[in-house]
């Protein structure tokens, strides 16, 4: 083989073997991120846990659309769902109109509802509510402080708080909030704290 073609195949090979070193990198770059997610992720999970029925709620501090300041201790003695999401999340998108169903239905029953928004700004959430009008309370997590302390991994994720401000529900994903079963488990919930705090009233005489 004479020396211009040696010289042509030598370098069509070193840069296969530059390509190569490439995707490896690549790979490995992709496979440390995967194994760090699936740890994260089962990290997470186990922190769940922490917060599963019967646990207190975390507490919150957190601004609504018109700047008003809202504490979950305020709604001490409500039953209480709280539900995390953004304006990305098409499952987000999804149940928003079940949910206002559901509050249509609710609202009289002592139960309230939150829609606590994770990182978007002002201006973003009053866009997305032109789209997707949402008949209940709308606070702003702006930081994603809050949705760490509740452990929340993906959206939407649900929290149902009892009227002694303890989980006792948590959902994954959307909903249809206003089918019976779902309307009837949190009725249920609602009426169990309406018991818990007449028996607490009753033995409080004694």
Not at 54 to 71: C, K, N, R, S, V
Request: glycine share 6%.
């Amino acid at each position: 083989m004479d020396r211009p073609r040696l010289k042509l195949v030598v370098v069509n090979i070193m840069r296969m073997n530059r390509h190569l070193k490439l995707k490896q990198r690549v790979t490995s770059t992709l496979l440390v991120m995967l194994m760090t997610y699936c740890f994260s992720s089962v990290r997470a999970d186990s922190q769940l846990e922490k917060t599963q029925p019967g646990l207190p709620a975390p507490g919150f501090e957190l601004q609504d659309m018109t700047g008003q300041i809202h504490q979950l201790e305020t709604y001490a003695g409500k039953t209480v769902i709280v539900n995390f999401w953004a304006v990305w999340c098409a499952p987000c998108r999804k149940e928003i109109p079940a949910m206002n169903r559901a509050l249509a239905k609710l609202k009289d029953e002592n139960v309230v509802m939150l829609g606590i928004n994770v990182g978007d700004k002002h201006e973003a959430i009053t866009a997305f509510s032109k789209d997707y009008p949402m008949d209940f309370t709308v606070l702003m997590d702006k930081n994603g402080a809050v949705s760490q302390r509740w452990q929340v991994t993906g959206f939407p994720t649900t929290y149902i708080v009892n009227q002694q401000g303890r989980v006792v529900k948590r959902f994954v994903g959307d909903r249809e909030w206003d089918e019976e079963s779902m309307l009837n488990s949190v009725r249920s919930i609602a009426a169990n704290g309406i018991k818990s705090n007449r028996i607490k009233k009753i033995s409080n005489k004694f």
